[in-house]
Nanobody, 123 residues
Framework: QVQLVESGGGLVQAGGSLRLSCAAS????????MGWFRQAPEKEREFVAR????????YYADSVKGRFTISRDNAKNTAYLQMNSLKPEDTAVYYC????????????????WGQGTQVTVSS
């Protein structure tokens, strides 16, 4: 079992930065791939970034590539999403998720989800 709790969301101006954290429970955390997803009002949940269990392999949606960085610290049982150069279109509820095996861009393959944290970017 893995429990996930996100934090770090808030209101920022366009061009600003935020770092989201995802604290995970469970001693098997290091064997889980992690992903970040987001859902804007009236839109479907979309993939943002994923990272392998080792942290070596990462992958990003084109919309955030070059601006966002996903990372993890297995010793702290925590995953992160560093968001720079934020745009109004980044406004959404951000969710972290965990799955066994390799990383995935498909939300349906993730077993565990956090409660979400709101990110609002003003123009």
């Amino acid at each position: 079992q893995v429990q996930l709790v996100e934090s770090g969301g808030g209101l920022v101006q366009a061009g600003g930065s935020l770092r989201l954290s995802c604290a995970a429970s469970g001693r098997t955390f290091s064997s889980y791939a992690m992903g970040w997803f987001r859902q804007a009002p009236e839109k479907e949940r979309e993939f943002v970034a994923r990272i392998s269990w080792s942290g070596v392999s990462t992958y990003y949606a084109d919309s955030v590539k070059g601006r966002f960085t996903i990372s993890r610290d297995n010793a702290k049982n925590t995953a992160y999403l560093q968001m720079n150069s934020l745009k109004p279109e980044d406004t959404a509820v951000y969710y972290c998720a965990a799955r066994r095996g390799g990383g995935s861009t498909w939300s349906g393959t993730y077993e565990y989800w956090g409660q979400g944290t709101q990110v609002t970017v003003s123009s």
